[in-house]
């Protein structure tokens, strides 16, 4: 078995603890491999385990996997990084999901360079939940407002809410700050039929976001190995 089978196995075994600890059905939570900064190879091999949905956080690096891997015809494409304003088109046209929307102005753009022949591009609105000033996304006061920009662009699909929490040893705080993100995402799901995700909990959380409601976590070195640099 090589590393990455076995890094991969031990994941999938975390998250089907994890949703028996939480009674949840297995089917109730997706694995989004993050691949950055990993070669097309990694990824092809990951795919070869059974895996589809891959994160992308850097746009070139991304878009040569994307080349690279053409024909993995059911491979789910996710950007996961800050996106500009000048990269919104090559997100629109070879991704399959954004999980870091924060702002009405790339909602637009998206909507408007997302070709007519692709499905409407998933959407994921980014909630800053720890409040730090560094850190991207919306309050969560601010989500309904973005939300109901999204719903109006025919062009984007509004799937859920995806979050970064604080970066703490304290449960206690990251329990707080995930419950908080379920409580918004349940509220979001009560008004459009379209939402469906919850995306949060990485490696060395992901036992609690699930217990809190996660339906997406996002596992990079865990699987991968160190990242790379680009």
């Not at 059905?25 to 092809?44: G, I, N, Y």
């Not at 409407?120 to 920009?149: H, R, W, Y």
């Not at 939402?195 to 060395?204: E, K, N, R």
Request: glycine share 4%; with cysteine.
């Amino acid at each position: 078995m090589s590393t990455l089978d076995a890094n991969y196995q031990h994941i999938v075994a975390r998250i089907e603890h994890a949703c028996r600890a939480a009674k949840r059905p297995l089917a109730d939570v997706k694995l989004l491999a993050v691949s950055k900064t990993k070669p097309a190879a990694q990824v092809r091999a990951c795919y070869a385990l059974g895996q589809r949905c891959f994160g992308e956080n850097y746009l070139q690096d991304g878009l040569e996997k994307i080349t690279a891997l053409v024909d993995l015809a059911d491979i789910e494409w996710h950007f996961i990084g800050p996106l500009q304003s000048n990269k919104t088109r090559a997100v629109a046209e070879h991704f399959h999901w954004l999980e870091t929307l924060a702002r009405d102005k790339i909602a637009q753009r998206l909507n408007d360079q997302r070709p007519d022949h692709l499905p409407a591009l998933n959407v994921l609105i980014q909630v800053n939940i720890s409040g730090e000033p560094q850190k991207a996304g919306v309050m969560l006061a601010d989500i309904a407002a973005l939300a109901k920009t999204v719903h109006a662009l025919p062009r984007l699909t509004l799937r859920g809410l995806m979050c970064i929490p604080e970066n703490t040893d304290d449960d206690a705080l990251l329990r707080q700050q995930f419950e908080h993100m379920q409580h918004a995402w349940v509220e979001l799901s009560s008004q459009y039929t379209s939402v469906d995700t919850l995306s949060m909990g990485m490696s060395a959380d992901l036992e609690l976001a699930i217990a809190c409601g996660s339906t997406e976590v996002r596992i990079g070195t865990d699987i991968f190995g160190a990242r790379s640099t680009l």
